[in-house]
C-alpha cells in the first residue's frame, strides 16, 4: 500500500530540523577516516559537556534509554533490589533496571506537576531499596534538595532521568549534574538532537572508571587508546553503547548552536503560554506551573483538560483542523507489562496526569502562522464546546 501524503497544511508534533553545519560536519567526520564511536566529534561533544556543566566524566551513547541501562549496570542493579521510579514516566525509566530484574516502586506525581511527590517518597524506601530514579518532567526540577537528603540518610543511589532536562537549571545548577548518575537523550523529539542519541553524565567520579568499560563492550579499549593499559582486553560486563561518529557530528552543530535552538523555542513557548493564559483564567484547561528555583528549558508546552473524554475529544478535533497534538505517558503502574507486577497503590496524580495532559506541537520551524493555527484552533474547541 502507498501511504497517502499528508495534506499540505498539515502541522507535525514535532519534525528535525538543522541549524547550520550538521551536513558540513558529517562530511568532515567521513574525510577523517572514522565513522565508529569515540572519534573527534563524539570526544568534543562530551569535553564540552564536561566543561560546561562541571561533569566529571560524560560518555555519549546511542540513546538515553542506553544511558540508563548502563546506570543500572554501573550501580550492580540485581534481582531483588528495589528501584523508585515515577509512574508518569516514559517506559525506559523503568525498564533499564528491570532489564536487571529489580522491582519497580512506583511513585506518584506531585499534585499540580507529573514530577514525582518527593514529600510522599521516604514511605517507599525499604531496606531493598538500591536507587532513585527522579525525572525531570518537561525540563522541571524535581526537588533534588530533599531527595539527595533522603538519598543521603539511606544510602541509596540517585540517577537523574534527565532526558528531556538539557540545559535546564535548579537554583543555577545544571540538571543531571545533581545525583550520582544521570542519563539525557538526544533523540529527535528532545531540544537538542541526533536523530537518536543520549548521554550519560558519571557525576561520582568513583564510578568513571568503570563507566567507560561498560561502554565499550566491556574492554578497557579508551584506556588502552591513551596509553594507560598494557594490553586491549576484556575486563568487566558491558556492551556497545557508543554512537556514531554520524550521530555526534549531528549531535555537535545542535550543541553549538544550542543558544539559538533554545530562545527558538523560549519564544514559541511563551507564544502559547501567554494566547491560552485567557482560556486556563476560565478554567476551562490548565497550564502546568513553573517550579521554584528553576530555569526551565521550555521542552514542551502542555495542557490538562477536565477529562479524558474531553482530552480525547480535543486530540480529535486538532487531527481534523491537520493538526498532531499527542497525550503524553499512560502511567506504567497500569501498563499491561507492569499492572500485575504492581503492589496495588493507587496513583491517583500519574493517573490524572496520564487522562487529562495534551502536548501541543512545539519545534525549531514550527512557524508562526501555524502555531496560530494551533492556538485559534484549541480556542475553537472551547468556545464551541
Ligand atoms: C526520551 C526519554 C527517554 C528515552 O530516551 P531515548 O533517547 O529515546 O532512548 C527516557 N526517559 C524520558 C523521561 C524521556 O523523555
Known amino acids: 500500500m502507498i501511504p497517502s ?25 567521513v574525510a577523517a577516516g572514522k565513522l565508529s564511536g569515540n572519534g ?55 525498564n533499564a533496571f528491570v532489564l536487571r530484574g529489580a522491582r519497580i516502586v512506583f511513585a506518584d506525581s506531585r499534585p499540580d506537576h507529573p514530577n514525582l511527590d518527593v514529600t510522599r517518597l521516604e514511605a517507599l524506601i525499604t531496606p531493598r531499596t538500591r536507587a532513585i530514579v527522579p525525572v525531570h518532567y518537561g525540563g522541571q526540577p524535581c526537588d533534588m534538595t530533599a531527595l539527595l537528603a533522603l538519598a543521603r540518610q539511606h544510602n541509596v543511589w540517585v540517577v537523574e532521568d534527565a532526558a528531556q532536562a538539557i ?12 545525583g550520582h548518575l544521570a542519563a539525557f537523550s538526544f533523540h529527535e523529539t528532545k531540544n537538542l538532537s541526533a536523530g537518536e ?44 553503547f557508543l554512537p556514531s561518529e554520524l550521530n555526534a557530528a549531528y549531535l555537535w552543530a545542535q550543541v553549538e ?37 528553576s530555569q526551565p528549558n521550555w521542552h514542551l508546552f502542555a495542557l490538562l483538560c477536565t477529562s479524558e473524554t474531553e482530552r480525547d475529544a480535543l486530540l480529535a478535533y486538532l487531527r481534523q483542523q491537520h493538526i ?39 519545534y525549531h520551524d514550527l512557524q508562526p502562522e501555524q502555531q496560530h493555527r494551533v492556538i485559534e484552533a484549541v480556542r475553537t474547541f472551547y468556545e464551541t464546546r
Request: charged share 20%.
Open 324 to 362: 498532531l497534538a499527542v497525550f503524553h505517558y499512560l502511567p506504567l503502574h497500569c501498563s499491561p507489562y507492569y499492572a500485575a507486577r504492581h503492589d496495588g497503590r493507587p496513583l491517583p496524580h500519574a493517573d490524572r496526569f496520564g487522562w487529562t495532559l495534551l502536548r501541543l506541537p512545539l
Open 40 to 94: 573527534m566529534f563524539t570526544q568534543r561533544c562530551q569535553q564540552f559537556f564536561e566543561q560546561q556543566y562541571g561533569i566529571p566524566k560524560v560518555l555519549l551513547t546511542t540513546s538515553g534509554t542506553d544511558a540508563l541501562e548502563m546506570a543500572a549496570l554501573l550501580l550492580n542493579i540485581r534481582p531483588g533490589d528495589e528501584v523508585i521510579v515515577p509512574s508518569y514516566t516514559f517506559t525506559s525509566t523503568a
Open 257 to 293: 548552536a544550542r543558544g539559538i535552538i533554545q530562545r527558538q523555542r523560549q519564544r514559541l513557548w511563551e507564544t502559547y503560554a501567554a494566547a491560552l493564559a485567557p482560556l486556563a483564567a476560565t478554567g476551562a484547561i490548565s497550564l502546568l506551573p513553573t517550579l521554584p528555583d
Open 197 to 240: 542519541g543520549g548521554m550519560l553524565a558519571v557525576n561520582d567520579p568513583e564510578l568513571a572508571a568503570r563507566a567507560e568499560i561498560i561502554w565499550e563492550k566491556g574492554t578497557n579499549r579508551a584506556a588502552f587508546a591513551r596509553g594507560e593499559a598494557a594490553r586491549y582486553e576484556w575486563v568487566d560486563v558491558g556492551s556497545s
Open 5 to 29: 501524503p499528508l495534506p499540505p497544511d498539515f502541522i507535525p508534533f514535532n519534525r528535525p530540523h538543522l541549524v547550520g553545519p550538521e551536513l558540513e560536519y558529517i562530511r568532515q567526520a
Open 167 to 178: 540545559e535546564a537549571r535548579l537554583q543555577n545548577r545544571p540538571l543531571g549534574t545533581l
